[in-house]
């Protein structure tokens, strides 16, 4: 039997293994597989976006009309954002009728909104099969009216398993005891922070089910005191942060790693004492992501014992002690920035598994200057996949050194975001990477056509490039011979490339066929409106998203 011979139901079967951002690609191979992707598949498992602007045109879109076509298909979207447009909107007809009709399939909701009023609260009796919703506001007044229905509309979300909040107000915080009939697996409280007398009726409701916290508070001590309190709590995953300048938490934290062993994820906001930092692989051997802030830690050795950890992200003041012998090989994801100007490279030598390397440089001036580091950060590293140094700045003579290992020595790397403020062409010379998929380039004034030409012929799988802030070089001879020979291109950034004019529009839509995101921001010798450069780009049928400013 062909394949195109299979019944829809097994296609269906096939197609949920994919990755949902390949499913508009497999559509085009036929008219079936697109039928059954967009009727069945999609629905189920990608998000559909409701927006008052279109994302290419950035015409006014009739949300009214989208969610009446939305109620006349018979098979309803599962997952769902709105982007309210104004307080108006949900009071309409159409709004109403789309939860009434649908408001029972949906399993997942984010609502962003000026404020959440009645009219929206309204429509939550609805949404009784809801599992996880997300409430993100973008007024900026503390203090809201407190709609007069918010007890009938939490009090029917009986299946809601994740609760995030984005507000700026504690209203629906002061109610969250009608949320009792539900079993919070995870809660999310950003943007705000919490009052422990607003959390302590909603984690005396959940703590039994909940394994998944993020939330802000004044204190910390306060905090974790009262999640010390809870002998039934198991969590997994925990982000805290406190308002800071505070004493001294490590009792309480320390307590907590004792009653919490089986933490996988774990992150707190402020900066640690070494005595909690050094309790962490004796108490929480099963931590698999640690995210810290501390003046130094004093027995890196420690973190060795943690067998499981594999990502980990570190703000130093100091690594001058490191010891170069400790070896963490658990460890695939490393973001690190230290304050302290000077930095000892022996804690390149730490990681030799990492595949993801993000590394911030806190004072740009001064950190870092030293060859052996720079010479030490890329022979230790290069077998990475992913190397973020877009916040760190390096200098052209660094990296051209001789003792320094060339970007073309790490034939695994797959995403590159580099900054330098001195590049020149010298720079791009050094980076054949065969396997690049993504590459970061900002602050490079002095890039020609000889460095442009370069580097397309010797990274030909390029799908994103993300170019930034040069005053003078980088032209529209050069984006034109990038868009014709980059024929993987899917995303393209570009941000205050002065030299670039409106030719440069024209090579997008003449070379880019299958070009989904554009960004063109602040580049001011692209002189054509906003509507004149929307009607040229729409010549790219595969356009998905739009930026232009």
């Given at each position: 039997m062909e394949l195109s011979e299979l019944p829809n139901e097994i296609l269906e079967k096939i197609f949920t293994y994919l990755p949902v951002n390949e499913l508009v690609t497999v559509s085009l191979v036929c008219s079936t597989w697109c039928d059954v992707i967009r009727t069945f598949i999609l629905p189920k498992h990608a998000v559909l976006h409701v927006r008052p602007v279109h994302p290419v045109t950035h015409q006014l879109i009739a949300m009214e009309t989208v969610l009446t076509e939305q109620v006349a298909k018979p098979h309803p979207w599962t997952n769902v954002k709105i982007t309210i447009p104004n307080e108006e909107f949900s009071g309409r007809s159409e709004?109403?009728?789309?939860?009434?009709?649908?408001?029972?399939?949906?399993?997942?909701?984010?609502?962003?909104?000026m404020q959440l009023t009645s009219d929206i609260l309204e429509v939550f009796p609805t949404l009784y099969n809801l599992e996880s919703l997300c409430i993100i506001s973008e007024s900026e007044a503390l203090y809201g009216t407190v709609p007069a229905n918010v007890e009938a509309a939490l009090t029917s979300l009986k299946a809601l398993k994740h609760l995030r909040l984005h507000l700026p107000s504690y209203t629906i915080l002061r109610n969250v005891g009608f949320l009792s009939g539900a079993r919070l697996v995870s809660l999310s409280l950003e943007r705000f922070e919490m009052e422990l007398h607003h959390l302590k009726p909603l984690l005396n409701d959940h703590h039994r089910t909940l394994r998944e916290l993020t939330v802000r508070v004044e204190g910390m001590k306060p905090l974790l005191a009262l999640l010390n309190s809870y002998d039934e709590l198991k969590l997994y995953r925990l982000n805290l942060k406190s308002a800071g300048n505070e004493d001294d938490f490590s009792d309480g934290l320390i307590a907590l790693y004792e009653r919490q062993p089986q933490l996988r994820s774990l992150t707190i906001g402020s900066e640690?004492?070494?005595?909690?930092?050094?309790?962490?692989?004796?108490?929480?051997?099963?931590?698999?992501?640690?995210?810290?802030?501390?003046?130094?830690?004093?027995?890196?050795?420690?973190?060795?014992?943690?067998?499981?950890?594999?990502?980990?992200?570190?703000?130093?003041?100091?690594?001058?002690?490191?010891?170069e012998k400790v070896q963490i090989g658990g460890v695939t994801e490393l973001s690190l920035a230290v304050t302290f100007p000077l930095i000892s490279p022996a804690i390149f030598c730490s990681f030799p598994n990492v595949y993801r390397l993000y590394l911030e440089d806190v004072d740009d001036d001064t950190l870092m200057r030293d060859i052996v580091v720079v010479r030490t950060l890329m022979e230790c590293m290069r077998n990475v996949r992913v190397l973020d140094l877009e916040n760190f700045v390096f200098k052209e003579r660094e990296i051209l050194n001789d003792g320094v290992l060339r970007f073309e020595e790490m034939e695994n790397l797959e995403c590159l975001k580099y900054s330098c403020r001195d590049m020149s062409d010298a720079s791009l010379l050094t980076m054949k990477l065969p396997n690049l998929r993504e590459l970061y380039l900002t602050h490079c004034p002095n890039v020609t056509i000889k460095g442009i030409s370069f580097l397309v012929c010797n990274c030909p799988l390029l799908e994103r490039l993300h170019l930034e802030s040069n005053k003078r070089g980088f032209e529209d001879d050069g984006l034109e011979m990038i868009t014709r020979k980059l024929t993987h291109l899917r995303r393209l950034v570009l941000v205050n490339l002065r030299a670039l004019t409106t030719v440069s529009l024209d090579a997008i839509v003449n070379n880019c066929f299958y070009l989904s995101d554009l960004t063109i921001t602040h580049c001011v010798g692209i002189t054509l409106d906003k509507a004149e450069a929307i009607g040229k780009l729409s010549g790219v049928k595969s356009l998905k998203n739009l930026i232009y400013s």
């Open positions: 709004f109403v009728q789309f939860f009434q009709h649908q408001g029972h399939t949906l399993k997942s909701l984010s609502l962003q909104c640690l004492s070494l005595r909690a930092v050094d309790a962490l692989p004796k108490k929480l051997i099963h931590l698999q992501e640690l995210e810290i802030i501390a003046e130094s830690i004093n027995n890196c050795k420690a973190l060795s014992e943690l067998r499981h950890l594999r990502q980990l992200t570190m703000c130093l003041y100091d690594v001058r002690a490191w010891d």
